[in-house]
Structure formats: structure tokens, C-alpha cells
């Protein structure tokens, strides 16, 4: 079987699409020597292990960007019998089954984050025609992901499979060092308003006094780049105790999980929540939203709050910091719910669904 993966979002490896399609396509080199795979890539920065079935190549057109390159790129490729597209996206012209992994509804469910019809909106719209009609298939990451998408979209049960995501457990793993500095909350977020980072804020400054002297709030992601949320830091007069740590590596993202006192993701909507699963792998005590994909995926190893009640996130945030012993016992399910997930398991269960889709 030829399986044709178009990664263009490997040049977005700081959001979680990027980091999908880079750990889908290494898992597969690991768990399937039998079929062979075409791996799209915009750009030579992406080093991937030799494989004996994959064969990875650059394509670049210079004038053009993303929406022209999804349609041509496949087309180079010659008949396939998959092809895979890592995200939300369509093709023109098929020569084999079709499938996009669709991560979430978020643009169904949040005008706000609907994109705004351009020229190449137009055009997209013009060469595709009905997009739901093109696909053959849809893989999602959540069950709950898979329930939207056929509450809101003319998609069959069929036609619509869930893989869920994994953890790299060799960089996201506790670590053996002391936490150095004041002990902290931390977050990482995109610039995403459902991201609700604004929510974390305000229970934050609603904390006792002595917690609030004790501990930093820590944030990191495209989230430090938004004017409101400084803001709402200066207004509520925690700049103090507030620290903005903008991009960082999956390196030092590892390291701040590691070092928290415990980790915060107050999010009105995930497809997944993979840094809820990172964060529990590094040994950091969660809490999370009870809202979407999030009570799926940390079972009973956080503590569920509801996003949009800062007095309830702060009260359960000062629970947490108050108790060792809860923290302790955050620790051990979160470690034991982390083990459960991994990109082979993602791998794998995706194969399935290729052979499945060719017959």
C-alpha cells in the first residue's frame, strides 16, 4: 500500500498540529515497515530517521504558500492508494482515498476564530467545491472530538474515526533535579481567546495573600504576546508575581512542566489537550477544565474545574497548594493516567484505519 503524507505543517511546530504530524510520521516509520510512505515536506529542516518504506521529499514552489502547495505537491507523487492529510484541510483532485485529520470544531462552535474569506479562500472554495463531499474519511483525536464533528457537519459515523494523541514519554518524564527559584503555577497557551488564560489570571490574584507572596504565576506560548492579558496582570497588581515566558523549546517546555508546583488549563474548548497529558507525564500535579475533551483525557487524575468560575479555580488552586498530600496524589494518577498514552498506540491505530480505507 502507498500512503502519501502531506506534512506542510511541519513548519509549525510550536502548535500542536506541527507537533502531530511530527510525531505521527516518526511513529509510523517505527510501528509499520510494510507499507510504503511518500512524505511531503515543505521545507529540508525537518531531519527524520532513515526508514527503508519512507521516502521523504521537499517540495517547494516559491510564490505560492500553503493553499496551493496542498493541491499540487500530492499531485507529483503519481497514483497513491492514501492520502493523508495531518490537518483540516481539502484537494481538488484525488488519485486514491482521501483523508484529513480534523482536530476539533472550534471554527464551527467560535465565530471569532472563523477565517475570513480572502482570495485564496475564494479560490480554495472554487477548486474544492464541497469540501465534505471530497473527504473519504476524517480521523479525529478525542471521542468527543468525533461527536462534533458529526453533530455539526453532514459527516457519516462512518466516515469518522478516533485516534488519540500520545506522549513522548523520552522528553515529557519527571525529573530527579530539586524545582530552584520560588515555586510556581504554570500555563502554556496559544494566542487562542478560548484559551481563557484571562481566567487563570484572575484566580490568581484571588488567592490568599500568603500563597500569592509565595508562588509566581508562570506563563509560556503565544498567550504572553496578547495586550489583554497583560493587561488584566496590571490591572489586578500581580505583576510581581507574574512572569511571562513567551515560545519556548520542547526543551525547556519539559523543564517548566518539571519544576511547577502544578500545572494549569483553564481552555473552553480542546480538541485533545495534549499539554494536560505532558504535564502529567513530567509528574505535575493538573488542574483542568471539565468541559470538551478534557475530562476524557485526564480521567480521574486531575481536578476538574468549570473554566468560566475564576472563585472555583481559585479555590481549587488553593486546595492544591496547600496540600502535599493532594499533590502527591495528583502525582501518582497523573504519572499512571500519562503511561496510558503513546504515538506508537497513535501510530498504529491510524494504520488500521489506512487498511481499512484501501480495502
Known amino acids: 500500500m502507498k500512503i502519501v503524507i502531506a506534512a506542510w505543517h511541519l513548519k509549525n511546530l510550536n502548535v500542536g498540529i506541527g507537533r502531530y504530524a511530527r510525531e505521527l510520521i516518526e511513529a509510523l516509520g517505527r510501528v509499520d515497515q510494510t507499507n510504503h510512505y511518500e512524505i511531503l515536506i515543505p ?58 485529520t480534523i482536530h476539533d470544531v472550534k471554527p464551527l462552535l467560535f ?16 477548486l474544492v467545491g464541497d469540501r465534505w463531499k471530497q473527504l473519504d474519511h476524517v480521523i479525529t483525536i ?42 510556581y503555577v504554570f500555563c502554556v497557551a496559544g494566542s487562542d481567546p478560548t484559551k481563557n488564560v484571562g481566567s487563570l489570571v ?8 500568603a500563597l500569592r507572596r509565595d508562588y509566581e504565576l508562570v506563563l509560556a506560548g503565544d498567550v504572553c504576546r496578547r495586550e489583554d492579558i497583560r493587561a488584566a496582570i496590571e490591572r489586578l497588581q ?15 517546555l519539559a523543564r517548566y512542566y518539571q519544576q511547577a508546583t502544578v500545572f494549569v488549563f483553564p481552555s473552553l474548548y480542546e480538541g485533545f489537550g495534549l499539554p494536560v497529558l505532558e504535564a502529567m507525564g513530567c509528574g505535575c500535579p493538573v488542574i483542568c477544565s471539565n468541559v470538551s475533551s478534557m475530562p476524557e483525557v485526564a480521567g480521574d487524575a486531575a481536578v476538574l474545574v468549570d473554566p468560566r ?5 481559585a479555590m481549587e488552586l488553593t486546595r492544591v497548594l496547600a496540600s502535599s498530600s493532594l499533590r502527591d496524589e495528583l502525582q501518582a494518577r497523573g504519572s499512571a493516567r500519562a503511561g496510558q498514552f503513546s504515538w506508537d498506540r497513535t501510530a498504529a491505530e491510524t494504520v488500521a484505519v489506512y487498511r481499512r480505507l484501501a480495502g
Open 238 to 252: 500581580i505583576g510581581a508575581q507574574t512572569k511571562l515566558v513567551g515560545q519556548v523549546s520542547d526543551d525547556e
Open 43 to 100: 521545507h529540508a529542516e525537518h531531519p527524520f530517521a532513515a526508514r527503508r518504506n519512507m521516502r521523504y521529499r521537499v517540495i517547494r514552489f516559491p510564490l505560492f504558500r500553503r493553499r496551493f502547495w496542498e493541491q499540487v505537491a500530492p499531485l507529483l507523487v503519481g497514483p497513491y492508494d492514501v492520502l493523508h492529510f495531518p490537518y483540516d484541510s481539502c484537494v481538488a483532485w484525488k488519485r486514491g482515498t482521501f483523508v484529513a
Open 202 to 209: 484572575e484566580a490568581f490574584a484571588k488567592l490568599p495573600e
Open 309 to 313: 468560575d475564576s472563585d472555583q479555580l
Open 111 to 126: 465565530p471569532v476564530l472563523r477565517a475570513r474569506t480572502n482570495l485564496n479562500s475564494r479560490i480554495e472554495q472554487w
Open 142 to 183: 478525542s471521542e468527543h472530538s468525533r461527536r462534533d464533528l458529526l453533530d455539526h457537519t453532514p459527516l457519516r459515523p462512518d466516515q469518522v474515526s478516533v485516534t488519540p494523541l500520545g506522549l513522548d514519554a523520552d522528553r515529557f518524564h519527571p525529573s530527579s533535579e530539586r524545582p530552584e527559584g520560588r515555586p
